[in-house]
């Protein structure tokens, strides 16, 4: 009996006006080649990130999908958003 376990980027989707890079991550678990079971992680890249530690096709989808018209909307976006503080 072998159990074995791979994981892949399934789906990849551009969203929204600031084409925000959704992935989801399946992880896939065989017994004997068999699949015998699936789960998913789903994480998502906004234009600000770091893509570097990203593998090549994420790395290309986001240099064409971010333009620097995205990036400095997204920019502008975030610099707009109110700031909230606690008191203690």
Same mark, same amino acid.
């Given at each position: 009996? &072998?159990?074995? @376990?791979? $994981?892949? *980027? *399934?789906?990849? @989707?551009?969203?929204?006006?600031? %084409?925000?890079?959704? =992935? %989801?991550? +399946?992880?896939?678990?065989?017994?004997?080649? @068999?699949?015998?079971? %699936?789960?998913?992680?789903? %994480?998502?890249? &906004?234009?600000? &990130?770091?893509?570097?530690?990203? *593998?090549?096709?994420?790395?290309? =989808? $986001?240099?064409? /999908?971010?333009?620097? @018209?995205?990036?400095? /909307?997204? $920019? +502008?976006?975030? /610099? +707009?958003?109110?700031?909230?503080?606690? $008191?203690?």
């Amino acid at each position: 009996m &072998a159990l074995t @376990e791979e $994981t892949l *980027d *399934d789906k990849i @989707e551009l969203v929204g006006e600031f %084409r925000l890079v959704h =992935i %989801r991550t +399946a992880t896939i678990i065989k017994k004997d080649g @068999e699949e015998i079971s %699936r789960s998913f992680l789903r %994480r998502v890249l &906004a234009p600000d &990130a770091d893509v570097s530690g990203e *593998d090549s096709e994420i790395q290309g =989808i $986001t240099s064409v /999908a971010w333009t620097q @018209e995205v990036k400095d /909307a997204y $920019t +502008a976006f975030l /610099a +707009a958003q109110p700031t909230y503080t606690t $008191t203690e």
